[in-house]
């Protein structure tokens, strides 16, 4: 069996959220080897939606607006998409201005191949045809064994993330315990011509019998999903057939839907899973590894993506000995419950698309909760993570401390920027505002290895066409408002503002100790 030399970071599966996470550990310079088992990317459709919090916060780190398309470009006013829940098409989904679009269409295989290439532009070592076989956790390093193209090989690794999908192997072998529920519908989906395309319904259709979700292009060249709300597959592992695929979608539909040339054809359901911790010691787990729901609501990719966005600068930083003792640890605690309230509203979604005609009254009224501007948002905001806050860590924190800090536009001595584009070399940020904060400077000395500090001021709202309301006001709140410093960590959220504790007594929770003699470096550390 061939030994390879050790590295800092294994990653176990290198679908979006592996490669996302090993494009991240490259630009931070963590020597990063990913395992994965598949040759190539593979093109069976899974998602397509990338929502909202996602979306800013891969903007933050660079990753959309590389080869910015005419829908990801930074919105001059607020966006608003109509969306789904549970099927009724009347959830609005808004994003501020100066974000990208609230809803980008994005398929999963093509964003797995651009974080891939990233990786390995940043000198990451990228091992297609690599199986994990098993893992076992020393006290100074993970060993893990894999089957490659030659053979066995192992690996060591000061850390070992599993991105290894639902069914991870380093989960299993690690042993990570978990609270799951069993599948209690049954559905199916699958690429096919439609041989008479009209008499497929597009899009969400609901009948007395299930659901079909249907996309037909006019050479009858199309997706197909059903929902049977009645019970689980029998056998959730057996190969799905054309025939089958067929029987199902006619029944549903009430009538007969001839269909041919099938690929791609695949049984889900509604198991779901929640490790109770998404760390072991050496080893952590993210994306479907950690977390596996019904795919209703387009959730699971993004937040897997926002798992790997958590989790990259907090593992460089602890590698390079510039974090808190428990940094990583946040890490659990801050993206589980995300995770949990994804379970259960893909849970409650479930429910509601029971076509009992018992249930037409909650959907009734979950309809009329969708029409007031109030209910979308909180469900909207909800589906796009964007109510996200993530538990504070100080002793007297700040009301802002968790919160995702707006896309500013700024004002600072080298000209006009916004937070979204300080954020893109990936170091934390102290952003001092006008001379109530230059005090502060002073507080961070120590941490000037890590952090970036930058004088700003907010200007003054642009009243334009173009700007919202919204805009305008989130502008002049922050204009307004006393905070004389914030501490932004690089995937965006507040890690401290003015009105909690003192700088000097937060900073060593997230960036340890200070070090008097370091000079700042031009890099990410
Ligand atoms: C049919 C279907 C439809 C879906 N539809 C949607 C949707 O509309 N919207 C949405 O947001 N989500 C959807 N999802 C879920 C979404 O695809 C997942 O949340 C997403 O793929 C998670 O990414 P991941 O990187 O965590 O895991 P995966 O994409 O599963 O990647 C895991 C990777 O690990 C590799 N691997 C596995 N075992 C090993 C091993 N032992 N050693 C090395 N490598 C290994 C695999 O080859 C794979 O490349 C759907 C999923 C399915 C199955």
Known sequence: MSRSPHTRVLVAGGGPVGMLLAAELGWY????????????????????????????????RGYLAVDPGPAETPATAA????????????????????????????????????????????????LRGHTVTAVRQEPDRVEVAALGPDGPRTFSADYLVGADGARSTVRTQVGFAADTSPATVS??????????????????????RGWTVARVGPDGQ?????????????????????????????RLVGHDVPMSEPRSLTRFGDFTRLVRGFREDRVLLVGDAAHVHFPVGGQGLSSGLLDALNLGWKLAHTLRGTAGEDLLDSYDAERRPVAQRIIDNTRAQLVLMHPAPALDPLRNLVTEVL??????????????????VHPPRSARPSPREGTFLPNLRLSTDAGDTDVSTLLRDGRPLLLLFGEAGAGYAAQARGWAHVLRTVPVTVPPPRQTQAQTQTQAQAQARWQAQDIAAVLVRPDGYLAWASDGDALAETLPLWFGAPRWSSEPSRKAF
């Open 29 to 60: 310079g963590v020597d990063t080897v990913v395992l994965e088992a598949a040759d190539a990317t593979g093109d069976l459709p899974k998602a397509g939606t990338l929502h909202a919090r996602t979306a800013q916060s891969l903007a933050r």
């Open 371 to 388: 029409a007031l501007e109030q209910g979308s948002r909180h469900i909207g905001d909800m589906i796009s993570g964007q109510e996200t």
């Open 222 to 250: 199309g997706l197909i999903r059903t929902l049977d709300c009645s019970g689980p597959h029998p056998d959730r592992n057996a190969p799905l057939t054309l025939d089958e695929l067929r029987r199902e979608t006619s």
């Open 187 to 208: 559905a199916m989906m699958g690429q096919v011509r439609f041989l008479e395309p009209d008499l497929m319904p597009q899009g969400w259709h609901r009948t007395p």
């Open 79 to 126: 966006t608003t998409e109509m969306f789904h829940f549970a099927g009724i098409p009347a959830l609005a989904i808004t994003a501020p201005a100066g974000e990208p679009r609230s809803v980008l269409k994005r398929a999963q295989a093509d964003l797995e191949r651009e974080f891939e290439a990233r990786a390995r532009e940043r000198g990451v070592t990228v």
